[in-house]
């Protein structure tokens, strides 16, 4: 009698489940496959991020030099 009455429930089989997993990892593999170059962009990435950080602690320390010389002269030539 339950069976009779439509209660708008959807079924869901293994086979269906099954089935969207094989899709989804076609799908994917077709993501993966388009995208060949990622792992190379990626370490370029990583290559220019340190070379910038590098610079950044070069010019930090390169300002502090010239603060330490810059004081003491700029004393002398205001006296």
């Known amino acids: 009698m339950a069976d ?3 209660t708008g429930a959807v079924r869901v089989s293994m086979r269906d489940i099954y ?11 077709k993501i993966a496959n388009s995208l060949p170059d ?3 962009k990626i370490e370029d990435h990583e ?5 910038l950080e590098q610079r950044m602690w ?3 320390g ?6 330490a ?6 004393a002398m030539v205001t006296k």
């Open 69 to 74: 010389v810059l004081g003491p002269v700029m």
């Open 62 to 67: 390169g300002f502090g030099i010239l603060a």
């Open 4 to 6: 009779e009455q439509d």
């Open 58 to 60: 070069q010019a930090i």
């Open 19 to 29: 089935q969207e997993v094989q899709r989804q990892g076609r799908l994917l593999e």
């Open 47 to 51: 290559i220019r991020l340190r070379r």
């Open 38 to 40: 990622s792992e190379e």
